[in-house]
């Protein structure tokens, strides 16, 4: 996931991108209104916006950026007040965090709204709602494996890694954010256990080619 931040601080700033990058998102920091607009793209997934920014007050900034874009904005501001928080969600934010905060419940944040925009995601092309990588064939809506004609008993968790890769075919993701998505932990202590499950996953598919290792970051679906 790829999360626009919009902090005209740069030590908090540098703090809250550390966090984000080690719990698996990919981040583009901006320090100011002019450069979220610039970086603003179809490929942002998110906008974690700061109110006060030097040239661009945040509220209006969050007006400009719902013009252009559907990418969920959370608010992250020092304005605590009701009538601020009721205004920031008015000019279209999804959620408003005050701070300080804790960086725990902002990420739970980010989830949240994810997983409401997941359907989305999910939406199959056509009728097909069944991805196909050579031999193998994924159907998410019944949650089958097969391979060729067999099919391939996968345990639940070995069907969840399985569905979170390829409803992001060809698109490498870190081990910290399957681990969040499937096992609900962002304890990096359960690695092992991803790479138990992968090593399962691969072993029944008959195929190691099916999900590839990215060295440093985690797993892909090969590509169909």
Known sequence: MRLLVVEDDAHVASALVAVLNRAGYETVWVKDGRGALEQLGSDTDMVLLDLGLPDIDGLELCRRIRRLSDAPVVM??????LNARIQGLEVG????????YD???LIARIEAINRRGRPRELRPAGDDSAIRV???RIDLASREVRAGHTHVSLTKKEFDVVALLARHPGVALPRERILREVWQTNWRGLGRS????????RRKLGSHDV?????GVGYRLARR
């Open 93 to 100: 934010a999804d959620d408003y965090l005050v701070k300080p």
């Open 134 to 136: 050579g031999e193998v």
């Open 194 to 201: 991803l790479e138990v499950h992968v090593g399962s996953i």
């Open 103 to 105: 960086v725990r419940e």
């Open 211 to 215: 999900i590839e290792t990215v060295r």
């Open 76 to 81: 992250i501001t020092a304005r605590s007040q």
